[in-house]
């Protein structure tokens, strides 16, 4: 590597907590076209173990670097062409470690419109402003009246213009911006107040009409509601400096006056210590609090791609139920329920509409219409979109079940995130072109309980709403997130090449869309691969594409066992010398865990592969093609409990976690409006993160806190014990609206009720 890669990698290798030849060889293997999956699985001996974690943030790490150099070399070429460049500028642009360090430094070569430091300096007024920073003890206004032109009548156009040329050299020295943002970073208070009238249109911001807290300390939820209620005109906001500050000269300003080292009581001192105060107040102080506003979206919005991101990955990575015959049922009351059968290998095999609900009451005739099809078909499983008419579905399932002889199919409950956005979408319309919208929907429901994450990757990831502020933060940058997490999510699990839909073809390592398209029409008008090597035959399917690709593909009885496996077909020689020493047929030992467990993986190790790949390959010949997802489980929903309106507090219930947010989780206890358990009530203990504790998708038991049935908001319990310790009174107090510093801004504070907590948590949700 050249020397600037050599600084590139130091720095990415302290990020991502590597060492920098590791860090270089993944930057090779990205540089030459390797997929994140691809790396952190099969070229564990090449980056020395490096995880898909680390690699993400790797590449993120590469991307920013890479832009900032760039930027750096244009910056100096900018200024070297204005003649302007020196030794001390080009050590100072070298050492600059982020893009604001480098604009600082930019900003006084920087081509800008006419500025009114540059009309004084065209009226002459340049040496004035020069002669008063250098000789502290000259008199200002005896100085300017030497100054006076036809254009510069009077010694106050003389000083105003001296004046507007100092602030234009305070504005763009580096060392003093660097200054100010880093006590504004520490000192700042950010600060909300309401829009006068919009109290009664703006009630969902109610929380935020007088809020004020340490700019650092804001979390980003609370940052992005702040800023959505500013978009709507709902709010103002504010960044205020040394708020907390008695002194007559504000700690910010001192440092304005420090920059011109204006301290004496000389008479141009006095002069340059008014005008210190006057560039903080009406340029500085603005500037700057713009930087910040724009760093706390920024720091807002990679939280909230952060929660979304895991959601998702949690999401996809769901327990799948199996390849089952499965009855998806799409509720709905005046439109009737939709009904989808199909095979286990996710075919449709039929569809209907029932009308058990108002207007037609068809209750009889809609069990029959079910039983026709469960019995047809012999359904295992039947799932039950969570929308309107969830629980009312879900009574009439439960009522046709229990007169069912044994066995009986399995009722679940599962979500229909994004299922309406897949129906409409073309996918569905070239998948289903003669079926409606809304039987797509029921076709959905029912294979993403059969495998959430093959049919969770037709959708839009955006579009699966499990998200904080989703809407609000960088459509791209969100974008990428999650394509990455899907891409990460898929290639964990592996596909069945012979299964496998386009759309779930084109998130393996190296394939897209136009080559998984091409795979499916091969197998279409081909029949079945019999083994990986087969997708050479594949057209515009080459070599360096099966490299990154092959091992994320799986093909049950083909003419090579190994193709079942995760095992790198470049990998099969090295496999195939530990079934040698074994003694045994690779078929009988695959999943013979009692033989290769004793094995000695060093002994296997040669030039190509090392012993993570060794491991890596007898781990899978332990366990061909295992499935890191967790076993099925699903919840049970109380019976009698299908509304808000019969929650009480005290009852404990079953429930999915759908949502996972900084201030807590979301879980859907069967009544049409999700419960939150706040932060401070997922456990007994103390917790930061509330993904350390619960996961989207995981089943929880719940205790009903609190009901709001007009505001329809649910607090739940997950804690043994409630305090209730703290007098009621004490516990209404609101903290959210004070106007004061909040030194402690954790969720979990004991200040203010549950039922406060939730109030200000459940606006948040998306």
């Known amino acids: ?27 090779d293997l990205l540089d030459g076209g390797a997929t994140v999956p691809f790396i952190a699985r099969y070229r564990k001996e090449v980056t020395g173990g490096l995880d898909d974690t680390q690699l993400r943030l790797l590449a993120e790490r590469l991307t920013y670097l890479r832009e900032l150099e760039a930027r750096r070399t244009a910056i100096l070429k900018s200024i070297e062409d204005q003649g302007k460049l020196n030794p001390q500028l080009t050590a100072a642009i070298a050492g600059a470690a982020t893009k604001a360090e480098l604009e600082d430094l930019y900003l006084p070569f920087k081509p800008k419109r006419r500025t009114k430091a540059e009309i004084a300096r065209e009226r002459g007024l340049g040496p004035l402003a020069e002669m008063l920073l250098a000789n502290r003890r000259t008199d200002p206004q005896e100085a300017a009246k030497a100054f006076l032109a036809p254009d510069v009548p009077g010694t106050k156009e003389a000083l105003e213009g001296a004046r507007d040329i100092v602030v234009e050299g305070l504005s763009e020295n580096a060392a003093l911006l660097g200054q100010l943002r880093a006590h504004m970073r520490e000192r700042a208070m950010l600060s909300s107040r309401v829009v006068k009238g919009k109290e009664e249109a703006g009630a969902k911001f109610a929380d935020y009409f007088e809020h004020s807290e340490r700019w650092n300390k804001v979390a980003g939820h609370r940052a992005l509601a702040m800023m959505r209620g500013r978009d709507e005109n709902v709010l103002s ?17 001192r440092l304005v006056i420090a920059a011109l080292d204006a301290r004496s009581d000389g008479a141009a001192d006095l002069w340059l210590r008014e005008i210190a105060g006057w560039a903080w107040r009406t340029r500085l102080r603005m500037t700057l609090s713009i930087d910040l506003m724009v760093d706390l979206r920024e720091r807002a919005e990679l939280e909230a791609i952060g929660v979304f991101a895991r959601n998702l990955k949690d999401l996809l990575l769901a327990a799948p139920a199996g390849a089952r015959p499965t009855l998806g049922l799409d509720p709905g009351i005046r439109t009737g329920v939709k009904a989808a059968v199909v095979d286990a290998t996710g075919k449709v095999l039929a569809t209907d509409t029932i009308y ?22 012999g359904i295992e499983l039947i799932a039950i979109g969570n929308g309107t008419g969830s629980r009312e579905t879900e009574k009439l399932v439960t009522d046709l079940i229990q007169r069912l002889p044994a066995p009986r199919p399995t009722k679940v409950i599962v979500s229909e995130a994004g299922a309406s956005v897949y129906s409409a979408s073309e996918l569905a319309a070239a998948e289903f ?32 709403g499990v998200g904080q502020y989703q809407h609000d933060v960088d ?53 079945p691969f019999v083994s990986r090597k087969a997708l050479l035959d594949v057209p515009r399917l080459g070599q360096r594409t099966f490299e990154q690709a092959a091992g994320f593909l799986r093909i049950t009885n083909g003419s090579e066992p190994l193709d079942a496996s995760a095992v790198h077909p470049e990998a099969y020689g090295v496999a195939r010398k530990i079934v040698t020493a074994c003694g045994r047929d690779l078929r009988t030992l695959m999943g013979d865990k009692s033989v290769l467990g004793t094995l000695d993986a060093q002994r296997f190790v040669d030039d190509r592969f090392g012993l993570p790949t060794v491991r890596d390959i007898i781990a899978e010949l332990e366990k061909p093609g295992r499935d890191p997802r967790p076993a099925f489980k699903t919840a049970t929903f109380a019976e009698g409990v299908e509304d808000i309106k019969d929650l009480r507090p005290g009852m404990m219930l079953e429930g999915t976690v759908t949502n996972v947010a900084a ?4 879980v859907d206890i069967g009544v049409h409006q999700d419960g939150l358990v706040h932060v401070s009530q997922l456990a007994d203990k103390f917790v930061k993160d509330p ?39 004490r516990q209404r107090e609101k903290p959210a ?13 004991s200040t203010g009720s549950l039922g406060d907590r939730l109030s200000e948590a459940m606006r948040r949700k998306t």
């Open 737 to 749: 609206r004070s106007a004061r510093p909040q030194q402690n801004q954790n969720p979990t504070s």
């Open 433 to 464: 072109p003669d079926l409606d919208v809304s039987l797509r929907g029921a076709i959905s429901i029912a294979r993403r309980l059969q495998d959430p994450l093959a049919e969770l990757v037709k959708i839009e990831p955006k579009a699966i």
């Open 691 to 729: 993904h350390e504790v619960v996961k989207a998708g995981d089943v929880v038991r719940v205790r009903v806190v609190e009901v709001d049935v007009p505001r329809k908001r649910i607090g739940l319990s997950m804690r043994k014990e409630i305090d209730q310790s703290a007098p009621r009174e």
């Open 663 to 666: 201030f807590g989780a979301f």
């Open 356 to 377: 058990p609900f108002q207007p037609r009451n068809d209750v009889a005739g809609a069990q029959a219409a079910l039983q026709a099809l469960i019995g047809r078909h």
């Open 237 to 253: 906001l504010d960044i205020e400096v040394d708020a907390d500050s008695t002194d007559a000269v504000k700690p910010a300003e």
């Open 1 to 27: 590597m050249s020397q600037l890669d050599s600084r590139i990698a130091n720095q990415i290798a302290k990020d991502v907590a590597a060492r920098p030849e590791q860090v270089r060889a993944a930057v």
């Open 475 to 527: 459509q791209y940058r969100l974008g990428r997130s999650l394509d990455a997490v899907v891409e990460d999510a898929v290639n964990a699990v592996g596909v069945d090449l012979n299964t496998a839909s386009a759309p779930l073809l084109a998130r393996i390592s190296g394939l897209g869309p136009s080559v998984a398209e091409a795979i499916v029409a091969h197998r279409n008008a081909n029949g």
